[in-house]
Nanobody, 120 residues
């Protein structure tokens, strides 16, 4: 079983960058698809991006295409979400999770997430 912990959130001005990290524990991370999701106040959690473990397959939500980049380092057991050209509407709590059904079917449990706030 892989457990994931998010970090790297913070306050950033619109147009700026931020990189989130998703640290994994467990020996099977290299064979686990990982996704990023976010939940803004008063809204449902939504899919942001996912990366497959084997063939580099990647998928993004339309709202972040061209601005966000998902990647992973299987040696460090960490997945990343590089966020550029941030907008106030990107403000949310960001979560990572195991992808059990490609591209956005996740495991049932969620971590605490990391808060991203984009000021205008």
């Amino acid at each position: 079983q892989v457990q994931l912990v998010e970090s790297g959130g913070g306050l950033v001005q619109a147009g700026g960058p931020l990189r989130l990290s998703c640290a994994a524990s467990g020996r099977t991370f290299s064979r686990t698809a990982v996704g990023w999701f976010r939940q803004a106040p008063g809204k449902e959690r939504e899919f942001v991006a996912a990366i497959h473990w084997s063939d580099g397959l990647i998928k993004y939500a339309d709202s972040v295409k061209g601005r966000f980049t998902i990647s992973r380092d299987n040696v460090k057991n960490t997945a990343y979400l590089q966020m550029n050209s941030l907008k106030p509407e990107d403000t949310a709590v960001y979560y990572c999770n195991v992808i059990e059904s490609w591209p956005d079917g996740t495991a049932d449990s969620w971590g605490l997430g990391t808060q991203v706030t984009v000021s205008s």
